[in-house]
């Protein structure tokens, strides 16, 4: 008996860090994709960071052995790839160009209900008034940070704008990725999702090559570390932790992305958000919050069921976009 708790907590002990080390690189994301963007346009450096990536994966899955997809799971892996590796990283790292890194975490994290929406729409899941309540109040916080950082100019209103449009191809993709995890692994799911990613960004490989022979070593670093730890080891760690823990439990370490990211912006880059900015990115937060309150069972099962117990990958997927 004493064995079994043993192993019990041991097994915790690796998921509480597996899942803090996802969210720890999903955080410096942010960071390197706003100092990144200096020198790389936004879908150059989306076309580095996939390139990367799908190389690293494709190593792994070929040591692995994990094969190729069967034919059911490609027009989902196609579709969730392009929307979610290739149209978010453009969408995101064209609205860090406008809007500080700890705003654009504050704003990307209402993806979450996002995905609850289109669950009851796409898959009849239905609407539950928490999760239109949360909306509700992350919707006012987006116009909050659009208002404060406006400044009675067009460029930092398009960074929220981008953003938000950012969380909805990341929620949409996850949405129809879920079915794709019903024929596939999630390895490969991952894997040639990333890589789909990278053909759509494909048109912006000459302006990668062109920018990357001009940038400073640190910049190219910058894009390597994105390609190989937010985006293939993160999600390899968080599809370990989800698979050996609840969607609930592994919802809320999300919660703790932004926080980080500001922290780590301030130290790295002097990059605050201001005072109504951050009011505005904490209700979005909270909207969240509220979206994802426990209630009845009855009420919570269609919420719950968006991230889908399909898959670890759809979990991960789901909890961040990142």
Not at 97 to 112: F, K, L, Q, Y
Request: proline share 5%; net charge positive.
């Amino acid at each position: 008996m004493d064995g079994d708790a043993g192993q019990t907590n041991k097994i915790g002990g690796r998921v509480l860090a597996a899942a803090s080390v996802t969210v720890v690189l999903w955080a410096s994301s942010f960071i390197s994709i706003r100092s990144s963007g200096e020198h790389f346009g936004p879908g150059a450096l989306a076309f580095g960071r996939l390139a990367v990536a799908s190389l690293v994966l494709g190593v792994v899955l070929l040591v692995r052995r994990g094969g190729i997809p069967p034919r059911e799971a490609w027009l989902g892996i196609v579709t969730s790839g392009a929307l979610w590796f290739g149209a978010y990283m453009v969408a995101l790292n064209w609205g860090e160009r406008e809007v500080d890194a700890g705003t654009a975490s504050m704003i990307v994290n209402v993806g979450p209900i996002l995905m609850a929406l289109l669950g009851g729409w796409l898959l009849k899941e239905g609407f539950p008034p928490k999760l239109m309540a949360g909306m509700a109040v992350s919707f006012a916080g987006a116009v909050v940070v659009g208002f404060a950082t406006s400044g009675g100019g067009g460029s930092s209103l398009l960074g929220v704008l981008l953003c938000l449009v950012a969380a909805v191809v990341y929620a949409v993709g996850v949405v129809l990725q879920k079915p794709t995890l019903k024929h596939a692994t999630p390895l490969q799911v991952t894997t040639f999702g990333a890589l789909t990613g990278a053909v759509v960004c494909a048109p912006f490989a000459g302006q990668f090559v062109s920018e990357a022979g001009r940038a400073p070593a640190s910049a190219t670093a910058q894009v390597v570390y994105l390609g190989v730890f937010p985006t293939a080891l993160a999600f390899s760690t968080w599809a370990y932790a989800i698979s050996r823990s609840t969607a609930g439990k592994m919802g809320s370490t999300t919660y703790a992305v932004p926080v980080i990211v500001i922290l780590m912006s301030w130290l790295f880059l002097g990059e605050v958000p201001g005072w109504l900015a951050l009011l505005g990115g904490l209700l979005c937060l909270s909207g969240v919050a509220v979206s994802r309150m426990r209630g009845k069972v009855r009420e919570q099962a269609p919420v719950d069921a968006v991230a889908g117990p399909v898959g670890a990958e759809a979990e991960a997927a789901a909890e961040s976009p990142r």
